[in-house]
């Protein structure tokens, strides 16, 4: 309603769940579709530079937000090149990823981003849509489910990636810190994970693992019927929707952050994982096969699933505490917590002396018999 766009609802037999349940799919009537031809654009033929984070757990890249823009610029055959980083810090714009045209930076907005580089990602594939559009040629009805899919992965796949990524306490401090900041100094590599996941959290911070589970293996089932026999989404041949949903089932399927959750579901589901091989043979070769599936006992699944019905916590909010705590804290606790605080405390002081010795201030030291020189010569010139 709010774009103006006419909808049809319909019941498709093929999108089951399970057993007789259906579930509705929104198809954007678009008429006319207009889109920029299948021949190239002129700046196709330019090779392009993307920065973008550095390959990590046998993915292409650490962020899925990179390898969704990697995946549609393969599947483009755009002539480009890739330039990995360890740290939006090296990256010439502070933001990944990023796509040098050699004419203009596409990419970084005016406003701060969060490190999951979803904002980014949508410029740059809004920008690679006027060079080349995958989904140019489709009929009406064909980009109409491009659409209604995209929106799914979207509102679904995506958020499922974040939270299991920076959300969930397991999987956060188990790999996603040391994995984003390998590369910084200590302290720096304990509070600057933290600082990115309360950015995120602002966005995603309302979002449970019961709910992110439930939700993926919906679509999980939806996807795999739709996939049944099919190297590719729609038309025989890659679209939009196909580097949207490589980046991110591909990330569930290797990313060891869904080793509990997303892994052992996705598994089940033998037309994605062909899919997803079908695409990594061709366009993304050389990347190993997926790990084994993870497998929890009881007991542990029981002990993880009271850790994540704990509220997502900034670092701020732990340190400084949030004044809503009803229940009384035992005096070792308490013994714990201070200790804690002046562990913080400690590595803020740290922080804050590192970066005064690096660029903040600069300190110049002089020798005496310099000084004397310098007043020597000056009274040589009166």
Sequence with gaps: ????????????????????????????????????????????RKTMQ??????????????????????????????????????????????????????????P??????IDGEDSARRILAYLKTVKDLDAGLSPEEFGEV??????ARSKLVPATIYFTFLDPIMFKK??????????????????????????????GNLTASQVIA?????????????????????????SID???????????????????????????????????FIRSNQFKGQPKPPPVFQLTDEEKREAAAVREVKTQSWSEWFYGSGTSKTKRTEKE??????????????ASAVAVYGLLSNVVGLEFYDSDDEDEEEEDENDRE
Excluded at 8 to 28: D, R
Excluded at 109 to 114: A, E, H, N, R, W
Excluded at 180 to 189: G, I
Excluded at 193 to 202: F, G, I, Q
């Design 1 to 44: 309603k709010q774009s103006g766009i006419p909808y049809l609802y319909t019941f498709h037999g093929e999108f089951c769940v399970s057993g007789a349940n259906k579930v509705a799919i929104i198809i954007p009537l678009l008429l006319p579709h207009t889109s920029v031809d299948v021949e190239t654009s002129p700046a196709a």
């Design 215 to 239: 939700d993926v293996e919906m679509v999980y089932s939806i996807l795999d019927n739709r996939l049944e026999g099919r190297d590719y989404f729609v038309a025989g041949r890659p679209t």
């Design 109 to 114: 907005g005016k406003v701060d981003q969060t």
């Design 50 to 107: 993307l920065q973008q984070w550095s390959k990590h757990w046998d993915l292409p890249s650490l962020s899925t937000a990179c390898t969704h823009v990697e995946a549609y610029m393969r599947f483009a055959d755009l002539a480009f090149t890739v330039q990995e980083n360890d740290s939006v810090a090296t990256s010439p714009s502070g933001v990944l990823p990023t796509l040098d045209t050699s004419e203009e930076v596409v990419g």
């Design 243 to 277: 580097a949207l949903l490589y980046a991110h089932l591909n990330y569930h399927r290797y990313a060891p952050v869904g080793e509990i959750d997303l892994r052992p579901v996705l598994g089940k589901y033998k037309a994605i994982a062909k899919y997803l091989e």
């Design 147 to 152: 659409q209604a899919f995209s929106e799914l």
């Design 175 to 204: 790999h996603t810190q040391g994995a984003y900041a390998a590369t910084l100094p200590t302290p720096l590599n304990r509070i600057t994970p933290w600082r990115w996941r309360t950015a995120v959290a602002k966005s995603y």
């Design 334 to 347: 308490n013994r714990f917590k201070r200790r804690s605080q002046i562990f913080m405390g400690f590595m």
